[in-house]
């Protein structure tokens, strides 16, 4: 492609029904070839910005020039016609991007204010990046923006937005552009304080009056005196002797995460497969797959004799390791690559499994979590997530009208 014989044509008016078929007829008679296309409505207002380039296979020898100016005259007069006003520039740096990475960066915040923003593109321009597209993806229940980057670099983009996301107090994103990113079509969530709101073993230690116990064994795992493992055994023997009806009374008692219904309902209708992993026990997880809808799980199991909690566990215990294996497992067993895997978790007990993932979101969670994870959520939706994954407000509520009646709970 020669920069000479490409054109930037920009048109800009009132949207309305049949615009951008008249402006592409205008162009079809032309022997040119569309090399770029984009078009966005914002507040009823059309931009349509098409890359065009002269195509000398249908006219050999053809002056560039001379096809060039016919069809700025043919559109000139289409866009008079439709009270619409075009713009020329020869070349275009996106066209002459090839082999440049090209990233999309997502914003989110409650609120997004105009300087959080204005210091996130002196970012991208500090990185040597340009910003080809900007699309909002949701005002609610947090503002979130989406910007397609094409040249600069990486790396420096990457370490500059994470520390502007900190001093900005937003959320950002920084992933690798292309159709892969939209078909990442697994995705496996931790259960306590992901989501789910709370640790179901302090649910089950109110109703076994040891609630003070347990917390005591939490507090010393935290502080790194046992291993996770060590702390889940310590907690669960506690829970000796609790009649095996409380776990229901527990599973009545969970309450989801803000929006974690809607995220599952959305990435299935998407064509994601949904799961979960959890260091908690199997006898609660099963009742969130069949309240989800989810495609698959994996969980301690609690043993229980005669109707009464043991305080033993029966199998293998999934811990850190565990949590990342299992992903794998799930990613096989979907046929999906890791590559197009996406973790999220909380603790750091989901450290190995966020960072196994294709894009591992540390959600809510503690300072080293976030340090080590590909971008964290810190606002409380889950659902939040999902136009981390470029889906937008609009495709989450379609799913909300079609979805309706049959999630209903």
Not at 47 to 66: F, K, N, Y
Not at 222 to 249: P, Q, T, Y
């Amino acid at each position: 492609m020669n920069e000479e014989s490409t054109l930037l044509v920009t048109v800009t008016g009132r949207d309305r029904p049949g615009i951008s078929a008249r402006l592409l007829s205008t162009l079809s008679v032309f022997p040119v070839t569309i090399v770029d296309l984009e078009q966005v409505v914002l507040a009823g207002r059309l931009v349509l910005g098409t890359v065009i380039d002269v195509d000398e296979r249908v006219a050999p020898g053809v002056s560039r020039r001379r096809v060039l100016e016919e069809v700025c005259g043919a559109l000139d007069k289409t866009a008079i016609d439709l009270d619409m006003e075009v713009e020329y520039a020869r070349g275009n740096g996106r066209v002459n991007a090839n082999g440049q990475d090209r990233l999309h960066v997502t914003v989110l915040a409650d609120p997004l204010r105009p300087g959080a923003l204005g210091a996130i593109t002196s970012c991208v321009a500090r990185a040597g990046a340009n910003i080809d597209r900007i699309e909002r993806l949701s005002s609610y229940p947090v503002t979130s923006v989406e910007m397609e980057l094409s040249g600069g670099k990486p790396e420096q983009l990457r370490a500059e937005l994470a520390l502007e996301a900190s001093t900005q107090a937003v959320d950002i994103a920084v992933q690798p552009s292309g159709l892969h990113r939209r078909g990442k079509h697994l995705i496996i969530m931790d259960v306590d304080s992901t989501l789910i709101q709370g640790e179901v073993i302090e649910l089950l230690a109110a109703h076994a009056g040891c609630e003070a116990k347990v917390a005591q064994v939490t507090e010393a795992a935290m502080r790194g005196e046992l291993d996770f493992e060590e702390s889940l055994r310590r907690r669960v023997s506690l829970l000796k002797g609790l009649d095996a009806s409380a776990i229901a009374k527990v599973c009545d008692e969970i309450r989801l995460t803000p929006g974690a219904r809607t995220l599952v309902r959305t990435l299935k209708r998407l064509g994601y497969a949904c799961g979960i992993v959890s260091g908690g026990f199997t006898q609660i997880t099963d009742s969130l797959v069949e309240r989800l809808g989810l495609d698959y799980s994996a969980a301690n199991t609690l043993e229980i004799v005669d109707g009464k909690i043991t305080g033993e566990l029966v199998g293998p215990i999934i811990d850190r390791k565990g949590k990342a294996t299992t992903l794998e497992e799930f990613a096989a067993r979907a046929g999906v690559p890791l590559s197009q895997t996406v973790a999220v978790g909380d603790g750091a007990n989901d450290l190995d499994m966020l960072q196994t993932a294709g894009l591992g979101v540390a959600f809510n969670a503690k300072p080293v979590v976030r340090r080590h994870a590909d971008t964290s959520v810190n606002v409380p939706y889950l659902d939040t997530i999902a136009f981390i994954l470029g889906i937008t407000r609009e495709e989450i509520e379609d799913a909300d009208r079609n979805d309706s009646d049959f999630w209903k709970a």
